[in-house]
Nanobody
Framework: QVQLEESGGGLVQAGGSLRLSCAAS????????MGWFRQAPGKERVLVAA????????YYADSVKGRFTISVDKAENTVYLGMNSLRPEDTALYYC???????????????????WGQGTQVTVSS
């Protein structure tokens, strides 16, 4: 059983930066896929970034490409989402999620992720 603990959200002005953390406890494997999803009020949950825990595959949605960076601390079993040049449209509840079967090609599908963090709010003011 894996548990995910998120931290790092908050309120920031447009143009500012935040870094989200997702610490995994329990057994993990380098093939596992970690996804960062966000859900704004009244909208669907969407994948904004993902990688596998080995760091060999990385994905960014077009809306965050060049501004967000996903990274892995293997020793700490922690995945980070660095967010720069934040915009009001980045305001959402952010979730990390883990796919324990390494289904990289299906990373966009939230149903493949067995484990979810509790969510952390990111609010960007204009």
């Amino acid at each position: 059983q894996v548990q995910l603990e998120e931290s790092g959200g908050g309120l920031v002005q447009a143009g500012g930066s935040l870094r989200l953390s997702c610490a995994a406890s329990g057994p993990t494997n380098s093939n596992y896929v970690m996804g960062w999803f966000r859900q704004a009020p009244g909208k669907e949950r969407v994948l904004v970034a993902a990688n596998n825990l080995s760091g060999t595959n990385t994905y960014y949605a077009d809306s965050v490409k060049g501004r967000f960076t996903i990274s892995v601390d293997k020793a700490e079993n922690t995945v980070y989402l660095g967010m720069n040049s934040l915009r009001p449209e980045d305001t959402a509840l952010y979730y990390c999620a883990l796919d324990a079967r390494g289904r990289w090609s299906q990373r966009y599908d939230s149903s493949i992720y067995w484990y979810w963090g509790q969510g952390t709010q990111v609010t960007v003011s204009s």
